[in-house]
Nanobody
Framework: VQLQASGGGLVQPGGSLRLSCAVS????????IGWFRQAPGKEREWVSC????????YYAESMKGRFTISRDNAKKTMYLQMNGLKSEDTAVYYC???????????????WGQGTLVTVSS
């Protein structure tokens, strides 16, 4: 199992970025997937997840309406579309695969290496 996150970079406040996570060794359709982030000096926090049961999506409160998680199993890639970015969204973003969806990090046993998103003018 491997996950490779990409797509981070520098963006101005109010801008958008789409993060990608290329996966191998498992099917996106039958596993829970999630995105987490870790801001400088802070603990890693949950951003969003997609259920392995029915494909339902879930978001942390501060990301609702701005971020969208999705998957394309044919391309073996999961995505995080981020709109309306704020300075407080600056963090390293990680993709993860879990045996069960949810906001708890211990649900996820496989992690990508992270991609840095910097929101600044």
């Amino acid at each position: 199992v491997q996950l490779q996150a990409s797509g981070g970079g520098l963006v101005q406040p109010g801008g958008s970025l789409r993060l990608s996570c290329a996966v191998s060794g498992f099917s996106l359709d039958y596993n829970a997937i999630g995105w987490f982030r870790q801001a400088p000096g802070k603990e890693r926090e949950w951003v969003s997840c997609l259920s392995d049961n029915d494909g339902s999506t879930y978001y942390a409160e501060s990301m609702k309406g701005r971020f969208t998680i999705s998957r394309d199993n044919a391309k073996k890639t999961m995505y995080l579309q981020m709109n309306g970015l704020k300075s407080e969204d600056t963090a390293v973003y990680y993709c993860a695969k879990g045996g069960r969806y949810g906001s708890t990090q211990r649900n996820y046993g496989d992690w990508g290496q992270g991609t840095l998103v910097t929101v600044s003018s």
